[in-house]
């Protein structure tokens, strides 16, 4: 018996000590490739139909691809898939959610407008006293030289007050701001009295980069609210931030 269970011992040492086998081998080298080999790159999406548009704190969000525009590379990662839409000379409809950065929704019109929209439908939760969603005409849409240069400007400075002027510059009025934020009765006023003063189908709209989207928007709502004859046929979003009371630059 002793003999028996010495031999069963060597024979599991025989077989521990013995070299791998060829499938041994095979699995071992599918897993070194699998570990040096990268992975094959996606095929891009080309939408045959619009999806879904979307600003938020991140960035843009489109088709459930992220483009994080505060980061190195968002840029041209939004460019990339805003190239790849169906927009085919067509308004796009955009959710703008209210703590979006300005500058994050101002580019994401700019490069619609600049692959062929002509107009960006912007929906954000706001103020229950304004609209919900504005028609925006990308400012890569615009000629500078088709605009007058009383046409109004409306923004929200880094302290919240409110600046209605003049695009030329100049003929400006400049209001505080209120308990809950800028004071929209003051600059819907001043808004009318300057929309009579000019014979302008433009209208121009932005906010401070340091504060959220819900600012800018409401600006740009309250001048569709003000305009009661409705003369201004474009609203459009300025890409680059402004200053209240100089002249606005319309980028190329």
């Given at each position: 018996m002793k003999r028996f269970a010495c031999m069963t011992v060597g024979l599991l040492v025989a077989a521990c000590s013995e070299k791998p086998t060829n499938m041994d081998q095979l699995v071992s080298a599918a897993d070194e490739s699998a570990r040096t080999t990268p992975p094959a790159p996606s095929t891009p999406t080309q939408w045959k139909t619009m999806p879904e548009v979307t600003v938020d704190e991140l960035g843009a969000y489109i088709g459930g691809e992220r483009a994080e525009l505060a980061k190195k590379g968002g840029m041209q990662k939004l460019q990339d898939i805003v190239g790849r839409l169906p927009i085919n000379g067509k308004t796009v409809t955009m959710a703008g959610n209210r703590n979006a950065r300005v500058q994050d929704v101002a580019a994401?019109?700019?490069?619609?407008?600049?692959?062929?929209?002509?107009?960006?439908?912007?929906?954000?939760?706001?103020?229950?006293?304004?609209?919900?969603?504005?028609?925006?005409?990308?400012?890569?849409?615009v000629k500078a030289d088709n605009i007058p240069s009383c046409s109004v400007a409306v923004t929200v400075t880094d302290e919240l007050d409110t600046g209605v002027w003049l695009l030329?510059?100049?003929?400006?009025?400049?209001?505080?701001?209120?308990?809950?934020?800028?004071?929209?009765?003051?600059?819907?006023?001043?808004i009318k009295k300057?929309?009579?003063?000019?014979?302008?189908?433009?209208?121009?709209?932005?906010?401070?980069?340091?504060?959220?989207?819900?600012?800018?928007?409401?600006?740009?709502?309250?001048?569709?609210?003000?305009?009661?004859?409705?003369?201004?046929?474009?609203?459009?979003?300025l890409t680059d931030e402004p200053v209240a009371g100089r002249e606005v630059t319309i980028r190329k």
């Amino acid at each position: 018996m002793k003999r028996f269970a010495c031999m069963t011992v060597g024979l599991l040492v025989a077989a521990c000590s013995e070299k791998p086998t060829n499938m041994d081998q095979l699995v071992s080298a599918a897993d070194e490739s699998a570990r040096t080999t990268p992975p094959a790159p996606s095929t891009p999406t080309q939408w045959k139909t619009m999806p879904e548009v979307t600003v938020d704190e991140l960035g843009a969000y489109i088709g459930g691809e992220r483009a994080e525009l505060a980061k190195k590379g968002g840029m041209q990662k939004l460019q990339d898939i805003v190239g790849r839409l169906p927009i085919n000379g067509k308004t796009v409809t955009m959710a703008g959610n209210r703590n979006a950065r300005v500058q994050d929704v101002a580019a994401v019109v700019w490069e619609l407008g600049k692959a062929g929209a002509p107009a960006v439908i912007v929906k954000t939760e706001g103020r229950s006293d304004l609209a919900g969603e504005i028609v925006v005409t990308p400012e890569s849409q615009v000629k500078a030289d088709n605009i007058p240069s009383c046409s109004v400007a409306v923004t929200v400075t880094d302290e919240l007050d409110t600046g209605v002027w003049l695009l030329k510059g100049g003929g400006g009025n400049k209001h505080r701001k209120g308990f809950a934020g800028p004071d929209v009765s003051n600059t819907e006023e001043s808004i009318k009295k300057k929309l009579k003063g000019c014979d302008s189908k433009f209208a121009f709209f932005s906010g401070s980069h340091k504060h959220k989207w819900l600012h800018a928007f409401s600006m740009g709502a309250v001048i569709r609210r003000a305009d009661t004859d409705k003369k201004i046929d474009k609203i459009v979003l300025l890409t680059d931030e402004p200053v209240a009371g100089r002249e606005v630059t319309i980028r190329k």
